[in-house]
């Protein structure tokens, strides 16, 4: 009797301490993300590289025919682009980006801080080192992420099915080779040819103009109807005749 009453004593000391180191592990793990980690809540006047990385992954919620601009500023336009992420995700649209909205970007963007169903290989099928276009080889590499976070939002307005990109980033070489224009947006590495698949590309270039693409070409433009073209030009140029654009 003795020894059974010891043995279950034994046990039920093993489950509580067991327990108890779990409860403490789990209260004690702080999230950190590979890609990028915030430390502090952010809302309008706030400012920073923290405010900054906030706006890239906003860029494709700055509402119809704007662009959100990536300065480090937190102000109305940051915050109006925070609540349509927010609504857009099921989070309470306060403006304000706390755990919530940070642990949703978390699980929305892989470890090189690209958007889960977007890659830089998905963006560039020219070269591995993004050099020999218009641009620098680390400023075209930024373009397209700023590029993949927007279609990351428009892929999910478009109920989270898949886009295919065609084109990305281009060297002046490439560019050259596929007869694109002298002066394409390719070759900055702010712009993506999109083909059709769940979508028509027509649906894409209607949806785009939601998500802070400057030009948008598409059916019934010369040299596009095979194709949606989305860029981030210094002034917006929308065509697409064929889809009423």
């Known amino acids: ?22 409860t403490v592990a789990t209260a004690g793990t702080a999230h950190a993300d590979g890609c990028y980690t915030w430390s502090r ?11 900054t990385q906030l706006q890239i992954r906003l860029g494709g919620y700055p509402g119809y025919g704007s662009v959100l601009a990536v ?12 609540k349509r992420f927010q609504s857009a995700y099921g989070l ?13 970007l978390y699980a929305l963007q892989d470890d090189d801080c690209t958007p889960i169903h977007f890659s830089y290989s998905e963006l560039n099928d020219c070269n591995s080192t993004w050099s020999g276009g218009a641009v620098g080889a680390a400023t075209a590499k930024s373009n397209a992420l700023r590029s993949m976070w927007k279609l990351e939002a428009m892929r999910h307005a478009l109920g989270d099915q898949p886009i295919t990109v065609t084109s990305g980033f281009r060297s002046y070489a490439c560019n050259s080779a596929v007869g694109g224009a002298s002066n394409s947006r390719h070759l900055y590495g702010d712009a993506v040819d ?5 979508h028509s590309l027509c649906t894409l270039a209607k949806q785009a103009r939601n998500h802070g693409f400057r030009g948008i070409l ?13 860029d981030h030009r210094a002034s917006q140029y929308w065509s697409a005749p064929t889809c009423g654009i």
């Open 71 to 82: 300065d480090g500023d937190f102000g109305p336009a940051t915050e109006a682009a925070l």
């Open 92 to 104: 309470t649209a306060d403006g304000v980006a706390g755990p919530n909205t940070f642990n949703k």
């Open 41 to 51: 809540t952010l809302s309008q006047g706030s400012s920073g590289a923290d405010v």
């Open 218 to 230: 598409g059916p019934g433009y010369p040299g596009h109807d095979d194709h949606t073209h989305l």
């Open 194 to 198: 999109l083909g059709a698949g769940p």
């Open 1 to 22: 009797m003795y020894t059974r009453t010891v043995r279950l004593l034994l046990i039920f000391v093993m489950i509580m301490t067991g327990g108890l180191a779990s």
